[in-house]
């Protein structure tokens, strides 16, 4: 120990201030290589590995972890599984699907993990140049209903509303009545109204909602999820009922949207996505 402290006392201070500053260098340098790599590996309790990621997509190397971590993720906050490995994770044959414009680039493909009975749909963008992996462009969502494959489950990439918002407005026909249903205007809203002319007869609305709620399932969606209401578009005049023409006017404004009237002043204009549907006016 004393002959440590004379190496030391014997050291000149120029030295001594050197090899502080080297280590402090060396710290530092140590700090930021840490911070890079968690940057650009995304971590997630819940590891998913998309075995033939490589094998089926030009997508760039980096973009992988990404897009693992994200459905990882999901699975973690949906499933309570956590700290697990799912090795079963593949692109689905034949729906990877590449856009190209310029230097931008753009692929869609679903995910299938097999031993959890889980897809997902996901859409990554990127350029083509170098150092363009610093902000990812990754949105994972449910797949259309055309696309599923596991009907034993839930989708949990979107919120109830999300999943139907794709498929709406819906039109349907009970007892050669026609009517249409949409969501309730209302910001996350899962409350469904369906718009029929029942006049006198509220067994028609009834039978309406069995009808929407059969055709939730076709898409494999859960009824349950949603709040079904209705509005009677008849209206009584000199004792009797009338049906009230519902007019759908194609043109669409700069939101994709348009407005639909019916016949009666009296009832309210109403709010539709944009859909050319004239025919159902007959």
């Known amino acids: 120990m004393d002959n440590l402290k004379t190496f030391l006392n014997n050291v000149p201070l120029k030295a001594k201030i050197g090899a502080a500053v080297a280590l402090v260098l060396v710290v530092a340098i140590l700090l930021v290589i840490t911070v890079a790599s968690n940057q650009t590996e995304p971590q997630s309790d819940t590891l998913v590995n998309v075995e033939n990621f490589e094998d089926t997509t030009?997508?760039?190397?980096?973009?992988?972890?990404?897009i693992e971590s994200s459905?990882?993720?999901?699975?973690?906050?949906?499933?309570?599984?956590?700290?697990?490995?799912?090795?079963?994770?593949?692109?689905?044959?034949?729906?990877y699907k590449e856009t190209i414009n310029g230097d931008d680039r753009s692929a869609n493909f679903i995910v299938d993990i097999e031993s959890l009975h889980y897809s997902f749909a996901v859409n990554v963008s990127w350029v083509d140049k170098k150092n363009s992996l610093k902000d990812p462009n990754v949105v994972i969502t449910c797949p259309h209903y055309l696309d599923v494959i596991y009907t034993d489950k839930k989708c949990i990439a979107q919120s109830p509303r999300t999943q139907l918002e794709r498929?709406?407005?819906?039109?349907?026909?009970?007892?050669?009545?026609?009517?249409?249903?949409?969501?309730?205007?209302?910001?996350?809203?899962?409350?469904?109204?369906?718009?029929?002319?029942?006049?006198?007869?509220?067994?028609?609305?009834?039978?309406?909602?069995?009808?929407?709620?059969?055709?939730?399932?076709?898409?494999?969606?859960?009824?349950?999820?949603?709040?079904?209401?209705?509005?009677n578009t008849c209206r009584e005049s000199n004792g009797t009922f009338e049906q009230n023409r519902i007019i759908y006017h194609t043109g669409c404004g700069g939101?994709?949207?348009?407005?639909?009237?019916?016949?009666?002043?009296?009832?309210?204009?109403?709010?539709?996505?944009c859909n050319d549907y004239e025919s159902e006016c007959d």
């Open 71 to 95: 459905i990882g993720d999901m699975i973690r906050s949906n499933s309570g599984l956590s700290t697990l490995e799912f090795n079963d994770a593949t692109i689905r044959d034949g729906t």
């Open 255 to 273: 939101d994709n949207s348009y407005y639909c009237r019916c016949s009666s002043a009296e009832l309210a204009e109403r709010f539709w996505q």
């Open 167 to 231: 498929y709406l407005p819906h039109y349907g026909k009970v007892r050669g009545v026609k009517y249409a249903v949409n969501f309730q205007q209302v910001v996350d809203s899962s409350y469904l109204r369906i718009e029929i002319p029942a006049c006198n007869d509220p067994a028609l609305i009834e039978e309406a909602k069995t009808d929407v709620k059969k055709w939730l399932k076709s898409i494999y969606l859960d009824p349950n999820d949603y709040e079904i209401g209705s509005i």
């Open 58 to 66: 030009t997508v760039p190397d980096g973009y992988k972890a990404v």
